[in-house]
C-alpha cells in the first residue's frame, strides 16, 4: 500500500548534533543522534509496507503535520515484541516495528521527536519550526504487560472519555486497558441473556433498587456500554496496539447483580436492622448450582466482545459472611471436608476460570483468589494489596501483574493534601518511578514470572471530584509507570526522568527548543496534576467555638460524639441515618460567623454520611427554621445573624454503610 500525497523530498539542514535533547518519555533502549535537522515537507507521504499497518498509516496521516514516512515491518525481526526502529534521515523517516505494536510504539517516538503542537489536533501545513533530528532509535520494552485499569463501575465514564483515556495511555506506549466493567455500585455490560442487568444494576438512586452511593445521592445515576459500543472501543484500542482486558468482578463485589437477579444470593433471610431495610450481601452462593450456567452465559457473550486472551474474573475482598451463613454452602464445605468458609472462593474461582477457558479464555483473578494456592498456574493474578503480596504470587509460580496499592494505586493521594484515597499510602510521582523488582526483593524466580505493571484508578471518587479527576489522578502518574514498564531500573534515573518531564531542552541552530514532556501533556489537552495544591489559608483561622453535639443515633466507644464537640476528629455512630435521624450542634453562646461548613461521612470519600436532608438553624436555641440542604453530604451557611443551634434532619432511609460519620463543623 503506497500513499504518495505528494513529490517534493525533504531537506537536510546542516547544525550541531544535539545531545540526548527530545525528552523522550519513555526512555529508549538506545539513541544516535546523527547530523542536524530534517525540515519537513509540508504535507503527508505515508506508505505502509504491510496490509497489516494500514490503520496505523491513516493514524499517522490524522496525526503529523507532513513528512516522508515508511511503515514497515521489515527490518526489526530480531528485536523482542514490541520493539522498533525509528531512522529519521533527510530523503525519508523509516518505522520499522518487530510487529503491530512495534510499529505503533515507534510512531510514538517519532511524534516525541515533533514539536509539542503535533498534541494539540492542527496537523496543517508545518512552520519552519517543525524540524525533526537526524536519528537512529532502537527499542524496546522491559515487560511485555504496561497496563492501566479504569474502574466504570463506582463512577461511570462515557465511552467517548474512555477512548480518549486509552489514545492518552497508549501514546505513552501503555499497551494494556483493564476495564473494570462490574462492581457493587453498578454492572456496566450489556448482557443480552441477562437484560436485567443493565436495565436495573447499570442504575442507581432514584427509582432504582440499587441505593445510591459516592454522590448524586438524590438522582438516578448511572450508565452502561452496549455491545456495539464495546466493540467499538475495542476497534479503537487495537488501532492504538492496546489490548483491551474485561473485568467482571466475582464472585464478591457483586450488589449490583443481585439486586438484579436476586436469586445469585445464598438461600437465607438476613438481617436487615443495620441497613435501613436494604439486603446489602453482594456475594455471590457457591452451592447454588444455577449460578454457574448464568456465569457460563455472562461470561459467553463477554468472551465474544474481547479479542483479549485473558478474562479476568476479580476475586478481591470476599465478604465471606454470607457463605458461612448459607445452608446449601455449609453442606458444600461438609461434602468437600472444608472447615474454613474462605475456601469455599477457590471452588468458585475453580468452576469460573474452567468456563472462561471453555470460551477460549485464560483467566486473571486478584491476588487473594490465588491466596489458597488452590487455583492453577496458567492463571494471571493481579498483586494488588500489598508489595508483599504481589512478590508472593509470583514467588507461588503465577503470572503476575504488579499494581501493589503502594505504588500503582492511583486513586491514592499524589501527596498530603492532595485529593484521593490514603489507605496504601501517598503515592507520589517520584514513589511510581521508583518501583524495581530486583531492587524491591523480588527473588530472581518470582521476577521471572513477572509480566509486567499496571496502574488502577479505582472510581469512588470521581463523582465528587468532577471530570477532570481522571486525568488528575493518572498524569503525570501514568508517564513513570510507562518508563517503569518500559526501561528496566539499571537504564533508569529519577532526576533524569524529573528533567525530560518538566524542562524544554534546547535545540541549536535557532530552532524551537524541545518541549518538555509536560507541554505534550498539555497539548493533549490532558488536565495533568502540574503542582501540589495550596491549603485554604482559612482552614488555619477556624474558630471552635464551646458546642454540645447530640444526636438522634448513638456513637460507637471509639469514636465518641466529643471528637465533633472538641473539633479534634470525626465521630461515627452505630447504625446508619435513617428517615428523620437527626444531629444537633448546640453553642454555649450564639457564634458570629461569616461561614459555617458542616460536613458528614469520611473526610476524602462522599460515603457514610447523611445524603438527604435540611438544614435547620436557630438563633434563639429553640425555634428552627431550614437554612439549607444536605449535598454531597455536605452543606454550607453564611448566616447573617449569631447561631445558637443547627440541626440536620435526615430524609433518607439509608446511606449505604452500617454507620453515619460526623465531621466537626469549619466555622469561620
Ligand atoms: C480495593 S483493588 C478494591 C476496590 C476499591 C479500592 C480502593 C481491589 C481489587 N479492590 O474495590 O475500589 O480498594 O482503592
Redo the contacts with the bound molecule.
Keep these: 500500500m503506497n500513499r504518495t500525497l505528494g513529490i517534493f523530498g525533504a531537506l537536510a539542514l546542516l547544525c550541531t548534533a544535539p545531545a540526548a535533547a527530545q525528552n523522550l518519555i519513555p526512555q529508549p533502549v538506545s539513541v544516535e543522534w546523527g547530523e542536524g535537522f530534517v525540515a519537513l515537507i509540508p504535507y503527508r507521504v505515508i506508505e505502509a509496507t504491510h496490509g497489516e499497518l494500514a490503520p496505523l498509516a491513516d493514524y499517522l496521516e490524522g496525526a503529523i503535520p507532513g513528512g516522508r514516512v515508511r511503515l514497515t515491518l521489515d527490518g526489526a525481526s530480531d528485536l523482542p515484541a514490541g520493539g522498533y526502529r525509528l531512522t529519521v534521515a533527510p530523503e525519508r523517516v523509516v518505522v520499522a516495528g518487530r510487529d503491530y505494536g512495534g510499529v505503533w510504539n515507534g510512531i510514538q517516538t517519532l511524534m516525541q521527536l515533533f514539536p509539542a503542537e503535533v498534541y494539540s489536533g492542527s496537523t496543517g501545513t508545518p512552520s519552519a519550526q517543525f524540524t525533526l533530528p537526524v536519528v537512529t532509535i532502537e527499542d524496546w520494552p522491559a515487560m511485555e504487560y504496561r497496563g492501566v485499569m479504569l474502574?466504570v463501575a463506582?463512577t461511570f465514564v462515557p465511552k467517548e472519555q474512555v477512548m480518549r483515556l486509552i489514545d492518552n495511555i497508549a501514546r505513552h506506549k501503555i499497551n494494556k486497558f483493564h476495564w473494570h466493567l462490574a462492581?457493587d455500585e453498578g454492572w456496566r455490560i450489556e448482557i443480552k441473556s441477562y437484560p436485567r442487568l443493565t436495565e436495573i444494576g447499570a442504575w442507581r438512586g432514584g427509582d432504582s433498587p440499587v441505593f445510591p452511593v459516592y454522590g448524586e445521592w438524590d438522582t438516578k445515576y448511572g450508565g452502561f456500554y452496549t455491545q456495539d459500543e464495546i466493540r467499538e472501543v475495542v476497534a479503537y484500542a487495537a488501532v492504538r496496539g492496546v489490548e483491551v482486558i474485561p473485568e467482571i468482578?466475582l464472585p464478591g463485589?457483586s450488589r449490583a447483580a443481585a439486586i438484579a437477579y436476586p436469586e445469585i444470593l445464598c438461600g437465607y433471610t438476613p438481617d436487615l436492622t443495620a441497613s435501613g431495610g436494604y439486603d446489602t450481601r453482594n456475594v455471590w452462593c457457591v452451592a447454588r448450582e444455577e449460578n454457574y450456567a448464568m456465569l457460563d452465559s455472562i461470561i459467553r457473550e463477554v468472551a465474544a466482545l474481547f479479542p483479549s486472551k485473558t478474562f479476568h474474573l476479580?476475586g478481591?475482598?470476599v465478604e465471606t459472611g454470607a457463605w458461612r451463613a448459607c445452608p446449601h454452602c455449609k453442606a458444600l464445605m461438609a461434602e468437600r471436608g472444608i472447615t474454613d468458609a474462605a475456601r469455599l472462593q477457590d471452588i468458585f474461582m475453580a468452576r469460573v476460570i474452567e468456563i472462561a477457558a471453555r470460551h477460549g479464555k485464560n483467566a486473571g483473578v486478584?491476588n487473594e483468589a490465588a491466596a489458597g494456592g488452590g487455583i492453577a498456574r496458567s492463571t494471571t493474578v493481579?498483586g494488588?494489596e500489598s508489595l508483599a503480596a504481589a512478590k508472593r504470587v509470583a514467588a507461588d509460580g503465577y503470572p503476575t501483574v504488579v499494581c501493589a496499592?503502594e505504588y500503582f494505586?492511583f486513586?491514592?493521594r499524589q501527596s498530603p493534601r492532595d485529593i484521593g484515597?490514603i489507605?496504601?499510602g501517598i503515592v507520589t510521582l517520584e514513589k511510581v518511578y521508583s518501583f524495581s523488582p530486583a531492587a524491591l526483593g523480588f527473588t530472581t524466580a518470582a521476577q521471572a514470572n513477572l509480566r509486567g505493571v499496571e496502574a488502577?484508578l479505582?472510581?469512588?471518587l470521581g463523582l465528587e471530584n468532577g471530570p477532570g479527576y481522571v486525568d488528575y489522578q493518572l498524569f503525570p502518574r501514568v508517564c513513570a509507570l510507562a518508563e517503569v514498564g518500559w526501561a528496566p531500573a539499571t537504564r533508569r534515573s529519577w532526576d533524569d526522568f524529573e528533567r525530560r518531564l518538566t524542562q524544554r531542552s534546547p535545540r541549536p541552530g535557532g530552532f524551537d527548543d524541545a518541549p518538555s514532556h509536560l507541554e505534550r501533556l498539555a497539548a493533549m489537552g490532558i488536565a495533568y496534576r502540574a503542582a501540589e495544591p495550596v491549603p485554604d489559608p482559612g482552614l488555619a483561622r477556624l474558630k471552635t467555638p464551646a458546642v454540645s453535639f447530640t444526636s438522634s443515633m448513638t456513637a460507637r466507644e471509639r469514636d465518641p460524639f466529643s471528637r465533633v464537640s472538641g473539633y479534634s476528629g470525626a465521630a461515627r455512630t452505630t447504625r446508619s441515618v435513617g428517615e428523620g435521624d437527626w444531629l444537633l450542634w448546640t453553642f454555649a453562646e450564639p457564634v458570629t460567623a461569616s461561614r459555617i461548613d458542616i460536613k458528614t461521612g469520611y473526610d476524602h470519600l462522599q460515603r457514610g454520611g447523611v445524603p438527604v436532608g435540611r438544614v435547620e438553624v436557630s438563633y434563639d436555641g429553640s425555634t428552627f427554621e431550614t437554612a439549607a440542604r444536605m449535598h454531597d453530604l455536605k452543606a454550607t451557611l453564611t448566616p447573617d445573624r449569631p447561631v445558637k443551634a443547627i440541626r440536620i434532619v435526615s430524609e433518607s432511609p439509608y446511606n449505604g454503610e452500617t454507620f453515619t460519620i460526623i465531621q466537626p463543623l469549619k466555622i469561620r
Design positions: 474502574d463506582r462492581d468482578d463485589h476479580g478481591d475482598e486478584w493481579w494488588w496499592g494505586y486513586d491514592m484515597h489507605w496504601a488502577t479505582f472510581h469512588e
